[in-house]
């Protein structure tokens, strides 16, 4: 099973419950502000978690002004 920080288990549980219909875009400022934390907390982790995360998909989607995040709930 995979350990996560405190702030990375939010971030996850966010996703996991946003992620409506199975399939969601998201981008760092926002998952932040829903959470109480900085985009930057959030935008760091992400990678990590792409990596890590094991029922949820995270993947680097698109570049506008900010990352754009696809994720995925298996």
């Known amino acids: 099973m995979t350990e996560y920080t405190e702030e990375e288990r939010r971030i996850v549980s966010y996703l996991r419950e946003s992620a409506s219909g199975g399939e969601g875009y998201f981008r ?12 930057k907390q959030v935008g760091s982790r992400l990678p990590r978690l792409a990596e ?3 029922d949820v ?4 989607w ?4 900010s990352t754009t995040w696809r994720v995925t709930v298996s």
């Open 28 to 39: 760092a400022k926002h998952i932040a502000e829903s959470l109480g934390l900085t985009a």
């Open 52 to 54: 890590k995360a094991e």
């Open 62 to 65: 698109g570049r506008a002004r």
């Open 57 to 60: 998909d995270i993947e680097k």
